[in-house]
């Protein structure tokens, strides 16, 4: 250490240096950084899966994988839409006005292409825990006497009527998403793949 | 007689002293370090975290050398480490079981901080650094239950790491990116593993070495809470301090005798502990179609788990929103200058904003932070002229008996469904923990203390 004063000039290159150094650090880290992200295996991974329906009864689920995650295709029973209208009163969202969470042609009162088939990304849209069917109404279900069928999240509470509509007063902010789908035959739907516009 | 040749030995520390602080840092951190003589049973844990931290870290290296970080080979990875590596099943059992008690003997060691005010000046630093070592553990803990791909292995990280994605704009990328995909998959396994078994640990590592530099310049607190720095003999060594070694070291080491006894009772008897330690879920393989039908974190994140689920919609309307305003009102009342009342009224604006226009799904998380973050605050928050309890009045013992309580309540409940009683339980229990810190201020400075003695009392 000396007892000279400070060098103005030399301080300056110094600042001048750290400054260009905390910038080079930031750029070296940046790869490191980005190498976190999903990889493009991971981008590429979300094909289309194709499933048939010919063998799925009235009141039955089928559980499928796209993406990693699980998609349910429910082939819904007349008493099973009855209700659709009858619970809407306890709804969060019942006109599924959030645009976010299906596709336009699922934007109606089943949220589905068909009326009775229901196709379903199983996770609930509060932390992603795939909540349970429970289907049959009343109390074997073991939510009460009162209850139309339809799924309960056992993680957090959160209630979703047979559309995958959320109620009310649940952790669950949202409905259940309706992934892009789409019929090849009558029988065969195309999961992952936007349904054309044609009537 | 002339003095004697030095000894072989005398002659090998001069040698490296000449060369390496060997003896002074021997004497300035054990055996002339003074620690105060009325240290009791809560003083137990300190060295005790410190021993676990050893165990995890050499159970963990030997778990590494069978354990495969790979989707499809992880779960039979570890059964094989059961099954068929010899003393594998003992090996795995001591970090599992030594996790828990991680756990356990670190609350019980910040608990003794909150009795003692260990948290209270000149040792501000000193508990800040222990909670970001708390931190860094949940950490280590969450990414090491991950690794057995079991089905609470996924769908607790699948539920833990959704809790960055209901974060308002850079939630979804940010969660994205811890994963390294979509969903928990291969990728989040893999960078889970390299985190849990080099990077967190050796920040762990740091953090600790740096929590014991503190403790050492600070000195330690004791049960009378009174700073024996301030009356010294003649030679400048405190009166009421006796040297850690051998007094402490011998002392800790009856602790650590019966805590290893404790702890090879459970790894023998109970590894599973009943479900706690272990849960039964995680005896699945993962199955990403299939959540468990009651999911749960294990028994050390409950209470955090709680308040998360404890906030719902009514909660934030109807509780959170009332809390809001009184505690606004309260602290503009109390502070003195203008610029306080100022800063107050718009950190209260700012969550009354927040409540009418963010869901309240991310308020559950945030209110999970605040309850961890809250910690880091507890020394400024302190008002009271006494540090232990021991010489607190009413309020301040009524104050952290109900903290206790809640914190207990709130861990169970975390282990039970969120239905009926339970919300309503939890979420008064998610009040009482919140008010212990936020009223803090108020009935520290309005409680009645008694004198603290001059010297450090003990038998």
Known sequence: MSDEAMNPQRRRLLMLTTGLGVVGAAFAATPFVKSMLPSARARAAGAP????????????????????????????????????????????????????????????????????????????THLGCSPDKRLEPGAASGLGADWPGGFFCPCHGSKFDLAGRVYRNVPAPTNMVVPPHAY???????????????? | MAAAKPTAWRRLIDWIDARYPLTSTWEQHVSKYYAPKNFNFWYYFGSLALLVLVVQLVTGIFLTMHYKPDVNLAFASVEYIMRDVEWGWLIRYMHSTGASLFFVVVYLHMFRGLMYGSYRGPRELLWIIGVVIFVALMAEAFMGYLLPWGNMSYWGAQVIISLFDALPVIGPGLAEWIRGDFVVSDATLNRFFALHVIAVPLVLVLLVFIHIVALHKVGSNNPDGIEIKAKKNAKGIPLDGIPFHPYYTVKDLVGATVFLIIGAAIVFFAPEMGGWFLEHDNFVPANILQTPTEIKPLWYFTPFYSILR?????????VLTPLVVFMTLLTVFSVRTGRSRLIALVIGMLFLVGFATIEAKVWGVVLMGLSIGLLFLLPWLDRAPVKSVRYRGWMFKTALTLFAIAFVLLGYLGTQPASGINVILAQLGAVVYFLFFLLMPWYTTFDKTRPVPERVTWK
């Open chain 1, 49 to 124: 899966v194709e499933v048939d329906i010919s063998r799925l009864e009235p009141g039955q689920l089928l559980t499928v994988e796209w993406r990693g995650k699980p998609v349910w295709i429910l082939r819904r029973t007349p008493e099973m839409l009855q209700t659709l209208s009858a619970v809407e009163p306890m709804l969060a969202d019942p006109k599924s006005a959030v645009a976010d969470q299906q596709p336009k042609y699922a934007q109606n009162p089943t949220r589905s292409i068909k009326p009775e088939i229901l196709v379903l990304v199983g996770l609930c």
């Open chain 2, 310 to 318: 404890a906030t719902t919609e009514q909660m934030v309307a109807w």
């Open chain 1, 184 to 199: 090849i035959s009558d029988t065969r739907i195309l999961i992952g793949e936007d349904q054309k516009e044609t009537a």
